[in-house]
Each structure stands twice: as C-alpha cells, then as structure tokens.
C-alpha cells in the first residue's frame, strides 16, 4: 500500500497547471485538474477503442453507423438522417461513412417505401454479423478499461459523469 505522506510525482496535467501558476498566478487553473484529465483520458480512451474496430475493418464513424442500425432492431434500418441524429455527426459525415459501409456490402440503400423521396439505410446480413462481433469484442474492451478501476469508483464515477453531461448537453428531441 502506497504511503499517503510520499508527495506523488506531478503527471501531465499537474505539471502544466504549475507551469500557468508560475506564469499567470493571477489565473485559477484549477479547471485543468479535472478538464485536462478527462481530456487526456478521453484521447486514451478512444485510442484504446479504436483497436478493436480496426480489427474489424472499421472506422469508429463506421462503427458507430452499424452499432445504430443494429440497435433500431428488426429490420435493422434507419433514415440517413435519424442515423446523423444517433451519431451525433453532420448529413454529409453521414453519406460518406454510408457510401463506404454500401460499398463494402455491410449496408444497403433503397427508397423508403411510404415516400419515394425518402431514403432508409438497412443493415446486410454482413453488416449484422460484423457487428454482432464486434460490439461483442468492443464490450470486453470496455470492461478491460473499466477494470483499471474499483467497483466502487466505477458506481461512483458513472452518476457524476451522467449528471454533469445531463446539464452540459442539449436536451434530446423526442
């Protein structure tokens, strides 16, 4: 068990906020205690993510576009448009990552059949079986991350996280 009175070294994040305290004490950097690391921690963590979808031949965009459509249940199809909603990207972002998941077989586009205008976006029977595989592999991937921690900081982590996105993010539309 680490000595709690041994000073810790500084990390990353500390060493900066004693560089700007040095230089502009008559800032509070105190922020960059938490935004720093979650900063940090949110490029790790997407790193470490991002692994396991280029095992599978994915972006994580791609991914994300599957994982969407997979979610919609049967018969596994969505809007280009409520697919940008679900990934949280522009319409154009959007036709690119469904042009290449077409070209590779995983996704297919036809007319919606209420409005011939309209456009729906289904899974194939490829793209339901990549994903299957790999949401399975990317929840292991997860649960590796998360164990870095304890149960206890995890059930501690997970309501301050929601809460916090709860009054940053814009309400969802229904």
């Known amino acids: 068990m680490p000595d709690p009175t041994t000073p810790r070294p500084l990390d990353h994040v500390a060493r900066i906020q004693a560089e700007w305290t040095r230089e502009r004490p008559d800032l509070d950097v105190s922020p960059q205690a938490v935004i720093g690391r979650l900063h940090r921690l949110a490029g790790l963590l997407t ?3 991002c692994v396991v979808y280029r ?3 994915l972006s994580e965009g791609e991914f994300d576009v599957l994982a969407a459509l997979r979610r919609a249940g049967e018969p596994f199809e969505r809007a280009p448009g409520e697919l940008a909603t679900h ?11 469904i042009d290449r998941l077409e070209r590779t077989g995983l996704v297919t586009r036809r007319r919606a059949a209420d409005d011939g205008r309209a456009r729906v976006v289904a899974l194939t029977q490829a793209g339901r079986d990549l994903i299957d595989r790999a949401f399975t592999e990317h929840m292991r991937n997860e649960r590796r991350l998360l164990d870095a921690l304890t149960a206890d900081e995890t059930a501690a982590l997970e309501p301050l996280l929601t809460a916090w ?3 940053l993010e814009p309400p969802q539309g229904g």
């Not at 990934?87 to 990552?97: E, H, I, N």
């Open 55 to 57: 095992r599978f031949g």
């Open 87 to 97: 990934t949280m990207v522009t319409t154009g972002a959007m036709t690119k990552r």
């Open 165 to 167: 996105l709860g009054r």
């Open 47 to 49: 790193e470490e993510l």
